[in-house]
T-cell receptor
Framework: EDQVTQSPEALRLQEGESSSLNCSYTVSGLRGLFWYRQDPGKGPEFLFTLYSAGEEKEKERLKATLTKKESFLHITAPKPEDSATYLCAVQGGESNTGKLIFGQGTTLQVKP | GAGVSQTPSNKVTEKGKYVELRCDPISGHTALYWYRQSLGQGPEFLIYFQGTGAADDSGLPNDRFFAVRPEGSVSTLKIQRTERGDSAVYLC???????????FGPGTRLTVL
């Protein structure tokens, strides 16, 4: 069964204090691993897609990396506006429907 | 429109009532998904449409839940005989194909009293 576990559940950082969020997954034939950002009361906002181990993608202060068992979302010198819940999801190859299996999310709070 | 839209944004109903939730996908997207998100959890898959047909409805919790997409664009999620446990945010997403990036709408918050 495809499964995604994110850690930590919650993370508090001071502005400028870099850190990483973890996403561990088990999936039959990974098609893609997705990172989304979700602000309170809103839908998930797409950040990155990673397809194969060793792949990295960057956007502003965020960098996502992928291994065969986990993905990391690195946040460099975060700002208060980076505060949100970050969701990781996998799309497995056994399912031809493209449905996403999500982790429970990591809620990030960045204090000024 | 530029993104996925969902109506209503909030719906409060009483136990036992029938509700309909609407999703307008991004223009031209053939794949449409419904997910349900409970407080503090990630979204859970409900159903997937490719065009007009439901290609995967394995996530629907029981036969009180049904969804349609009659013209391959707008979709409606229908819940009969609502229960308090149905309270959640219902999210819709669309993608160009079944394996492309999914773009989410703002969700409908359903509260069953």
């Amino acid at each position: 069964e495809d499964q995604v576990t994110q850690s930590p559940e919650a993370l508090r950082l001071q502005e400028g204090e870099s850190s990483s969020l973890n996403c561990s997954y088990t999936v039959s034939g990974l098609r893609g691993l997705f990172w989304y950002r979700q602000d309170p009361g809103k839908g998930p906002e797409f950040l990155f897609t990673l397809y194969s181990a060793g792949e990295e993608k960057e956007k502003e202060r965020l960098k996502a990396t992928l291994t065969k068992k986990e993905s990391f979302l690195h946040i460099t010198a975060p700002k208060p506006e980076d505060s949100a819940t970050y969701l990781c999801a996998v799309q497995g190859g056994e399912s031809n429907t493209g449905k996403l299996i999500f982790g429970q999310g990591t809620t990030l709070q960045v204090k000024p | 429109g530029a993104g996925v839209s969902q109506t209503p944004s909030n719906k409060v109903t009483e136990k036992g009532k029938y509700v309909e939730l609407r999703c307008d996908p991004i223009s031209g997207h053939t794949a449409l998904y419904w997910y349900r998100q409970s407080l503090g959890q990630g979204p859970e898959f409900l159903i997937y449409f490719q065009g007009t047909g439901a290609a995967d409805d394995s996530g629907l919790p029981n036969d009180r839940f049904f969804a349609v997409r009659p013209e391959g664009s707008v979709s409606t999620l229908k819940i009969q005989r609502t229960e308090r446990g149905d309270s959640a945010v219902y999210l819709c997403a669309s993608s160009g194909t079944g394996v492309d990036t999914q773009y989410f709408g703002p969700g409908t918050r359903l509260t069953v009293l």
